[in-house]
């Protein structure tokens, strides 16, 4: 699932960076790891988001970066270190072999500036959080359908649904994992960019991204591929949200992930690398100055906005039988 909620905010990093602490997650009952054939391992089956019946992906995620901040409009500019932490729950829950129950369990984003203590930033609450929600598709095919599991409850809008199943729909995947082709240790491969489609809440991104097969390792006891992913991607953000202008996105790093060769989901993904943000926004909308307030028609206030940072992401899964 690799955190698609994540993926909504205004910036969603994506896979990690060196090996397994002691507090990486693993599967309570990991389903048996078959032994690769004379070609190798097939580390993704179709889209593979959906656990197998009977069991249920727990994941928790910690964004946190620093960098500076820095903002241009009429009156000047100016910019200011910075410190975010974005920590995130959430779980897929298999119902049947075609149907899950997603749910945000818990998500806090918190920033500070110019070294005072971060603060939540109420703003980027979203609506999903402790609402669960219906995923119907077929792990082959890959077409994914969102529903409210209560009708009654409206308050995830139709808007947000769509996005979530946008997300689902537009998962990379299957060309990351090797296009379900067999894969071993020391093989190499490239993702082309019109595979990455909606990574990391980019739109049709450009640049590069690879992947090697590092080893064979277990993981607290289960089987895992352990790959290194490297990306240098540059591209407009796909989730930006009414009052940005646009918004473009660059992002370079290198992951490590520990990916169960049973169960074929990350187990421990952890990623490090730098993030640039720059776009123009709304700050607001000011009547003219030639005009009096009351005749006049306000006219927008646009600001130029740079972040540069640096990241580390982690994110754990494991897998609990129900």
């Given amino acids: 699932m690799s955190c698609l909620i994540a993926a909504c ?17 693993t599967s309570s009952n990991p389903a048996p790891a078959k032994a690769a054939g004379s070609d190798g391992y097939v580390l993704v089956r179709g889209a593979r ?20 901040f820095s903002i241009k409009n009429e009156g000047g500019e100016s910019s200011q270190p910075f410190t975010e932490e974005v920590d995130q729950h959430e779980s897929l829950e298999a119902l049947s072999a075609t149907r899950a129950r ?30 669960p929600l219906l995923v119907d ?16 409850d409206r308050t ?25 082709k067999p894969r071993k ?10 595979d990455l489609r909606d990574f990391c809440g980019l739109k049709d991104p450009v640049g590069t991204f690879s992947v090697e097969f590092l080893r064979i390792e277990e993981l607290e006891g289960t089987p895992c591929a352990v790959l290194k992913f490297s990306f240098d991607l540059t591209a407009e953000s796909a989730t930006y949200t009414y009052f940005w202008k646009e918004q473009k996105i660059a992002l370079k790093g290198e992951s490590t992930c520990y990916r169960s060769l049973a169960d074929q989901v990350d187990l421990d993904l952890r990623t490090m690398g730098t993030r640039t943000i720059q776009g123009s926004r709304t700050a607001g909308r000011q009547p003219s100055l030639f005009k ?31």
């Fill in 102 to 131: 997603y749910l945000l369990e818990d998500r806090v984003r918190k920033r500070g500036y110019s070294g005072r203590e971060a603060s939540e930033m109420l703003s980027d609450r979203v609506p999903l959080k402790g609402k």
């Fill in 49 to 68: 988001l959906l656990p197998r019946e009977g069991f249920k992906f727990v994941t928790h995620v910690i964004d946190v970066s620093k960098g500076t």
């Fill in 185 to 194: 240790p020391g093989d190499h491969w490239d993702v082309h960019r019109l």
């Fill in 292 to 322: 009096t307030f009351r005749d006049s028609p306000k006219e927008e206030v646009v600001e130029e906005t740079r972040e540069e940072s640096t990241f580390t992401y982690r994110q754990l899964t494991r897998i609990e039988k129900r």
């Fill in 137 to 152: 598709g077929d792990d082959e095919t890959g077409i994914y359908s969102i529903a409210r599991e209560s009708e009654a």
């Fill in 9 to 25: 905010s205004k910036k969603a990093a994506t896979a990690s960076g060196s090996g397994p602490g002691s507090a990486a997650a």
């Fill in 156 to 180: 995830v809008d139709v808007k947000t649904l769509l996005e979530v199943e946008r997300l689902f729909n537009n998962n990379s995947s299957f060309a990351i994992y090797g296009s379900g």
